[in-house]
Nanobody
Framework: QVQLVESGGGAVQSGGSLRLSCAVS????????MGWHRQAPGKQRELVAT???????NYADFVKGRFTISRDNVKKTVYLQMDSLAPEDTAVYYC???????????WGQGTQVTVSS
């Protein structure tokens, strides 16, 4: 059974930093692409960043240079370091696992990030 549990969300002021973590249970973490998505109130869920099994990363333009995604295959955890946070980064952040060429997908429950000006 695959489960994703996010942590690290919270409230910060503009310009601050947070580090999100997503711990994955099960045995497919090391062969899966991991990603972070977010959903702000009244908006659709959007991709923030992804990291492949080989460590290749991809970022949405609106977080390039501010956010860093990384993974630890031993701990089966993916991280999202978020720096220079702005109020528009306020959203629920979700961790996603995509395995077997995207044929299987799992989501975490989400963690709230609130940035005040």
């Amino acid at each position: 059974q695959v489960q994703l549990v996010e942590s690290g969300g919270g409230a910060v002021q503009s310009g601050g930093s947070l580090r999100l973590s997503c711990a994955v249970s099960g045995n497919i973490f090391s062969i899966s692409t991991m990603g972070w998505h977010r959903q702000a109130p009244g908006k659709q869920r959007e991709l923030v960043a992804t990291i492949t099994t080989g460590g290749v990363t991809n970022y949405a333009d609106f977080v390039k240079g501010r956010f860093t995604i990384s993974r630890d295959n031993v701990k089966k955890t993916v991280y999202l370091q978020m720096d220079s946070l702005a109020p528009e980064d306020t959203a629920v952040y979700y961790c996603k696992l995509s395995g077997y060429a995207g044929s299987i997908n799992y989501w975490g429950q989400g963690t709230q990030v609130t940035v005040s000006s």
